[in-house]
T-cell receptor
Framework: KNEVEQSPQNLTAQEGEFITINCSYSVGISALHWLQQHPGGGIVSLFMLSSGKKKHGRLIATINIQEKHSSLHITASHPRDSAVYICAVRFSGSARQLTFGSGTQLTVLP | KAGVTQTPRYLIKTRGQQVTLSCSPISGHRSVSWYQQTPGQGLQFLFEYFSETQRNKGNFPGRFSGRQFSNSRSEMNVSTLELGDSALYLC???????????????FGSGTQLSVL
């Protein structure tokens, strides 16, 4: 069964802390997305990865294809980073259908 | 460049009714995908359209349908509404269904549907 697991489910951090959110998947993928969802529903695509590492500002995303695992890191966290972070994958052979993790609710306290 | 526009933003319907939701993609984008988000099931893929053709469909009953017009705008329809259809419905657009690794999704703000 094609599954995506995220951890932790909830995360509370103090401003300035380094944050890591993890995503594991069950079988081979063609692409992995990291998404951010703020209250009110709007979703922003942060990264799309098929290998290696990407960085944008304070956000870093990595993927290990052999271990079927990806991480999203936030350096020097800020209260405005508070949101739900969602991992979504395209499993190989599943055309263009995305399968989503359950999300990580991040709260950064000032 | 205008973003992805979904209308209406909120909708209240009663069981048995039908509903149509609209999604206008970013100008130049030809691929539109739809998703359902509920507290219990999270985000789930509904279907995707490219150049007026449905490319892929998720595991939803036939009451859920959609279409795409020549200007890439897309609509999804839910007939015979059930209480469990209450959800946030999101659409996303991308430039093409080419190499998956080259694609980035742009999401609309969603339509919050409440079925009473």
């Amino acid at each position: 069964k094609n599954e995506v697991e995220q951890s932790p489910q909830n995360l509370t951090a103090q401003e300035g802390e380094f944050i890591t959110i993890n995503c594991s998947y069950s079988v081979g993928i063609s692409a992995l997305h990291w998404l951010q969802q703020h209250p009110g529903g709007g979703i922003v695509s942060l990264f799309m990865l098929s290998s290696g590492k990407k960085k944008h500002g304070r956000l870093i995303a990595t993927i290990n294809i052999q271990e079927k695992h990806s991480s999203l890191h936030i350096t020097a966290s800020h209260p405005r980073d508070s949101a739900v972070y969602i991992c979504a994958v395209r499993f190989s052979g599943s055309a263009r259908q995305l399968t989503f993790g359950s999300g990580t609710q991040l709260t950064v306290l000032p | 460049k205008a973003g992805v526009t979904q209308t209406p933003r909120y909708l209240i319907k009663t069981r048995g009714q039908q509903v149509t939701l609209s999604c206008s993609p970013i100008s130049g984008h030809r691929s539109v995908s739809w998703y359902q988000q509920t507290p219990g099931q999270g985000l789930q893929f509904l279907f995707e359209y490219f150049s007026e053709t449905q490319r892929n469909k998720g595991n939803f009953p036939g009451r859920f349908s959609g279409r795409q017009f020549s200007n890439s705008r897309s609509e999804m329809n839910v007939s015979t509404l059930e209480l469990g259809d209450s959800a946030l419905y999101l659409c996303a657009s991308s430039s093409s269904p080419g190499a998956a690794s080259a694609e980035k999704l742009f999401f609309g703000s969603g339509t919050q549907l409440s079925v009473l």
